[in-house]
Nanobody, 128 residues
């Protein structure tokens, strides 16, 4: 398995942009689908975006589609979340996670249960 560590969260104004990074330890990073989730205060954790181990397909929550982009660099064991046109409702702790299984397909919105390793989270605050 791999262990993700997120970074890049900070305070940003509405309409601004931010890029989160997630570096995952372990030599098998390139065999795992990776995902981003977020949890706002008082709410349950929700799916944001996911990318297949090969980088060949991606999936987004409707709430971020067209504004956020997930990408990965397998040579650097890193997955990114580029967030544009940020809104106050994007305020949350953002978590990076690795799939439980290697070489999984990505043909539907992933569930939390699909992911077995989670980072500690990074806080993103969008001010109005």
């Amino acid at each position: 398995q791999v262990q993700p560590v997120e970074s890049g969260g900070r305070l940003v104004q509405a309409g601004g942009s931010l890029r989160l990074s997630c570096v995952a330890s372990g030599r098998a990073f390139s065999t795992y689908n990776m995902g981003w989730f977020r949890q706002a205060p008082g709410k349950e954790r929700e799916f944001v975006a996911a990318i297949k181990w090969s980088g060949g397909s991606t999936y987004y929550a409707d709430s971020v589609k067209g504004r956020f982009t997930i990408s990965r660099d397998n040579a650097k064991n890193t997955v990114y979340l580029q967030m544009n046109s940020l809104k106050p409702e994007d305020t949350a702790v953002y978590y990076c996670a690795a799939d439980r299984r290697q070489y999984s397909d990505l043909f539907r919105e992933p569930y939390e249960a699909d992911f077995g390793s989670w980072g500690q989270g990074t806080q993103v605050t969008v001010s109005s």
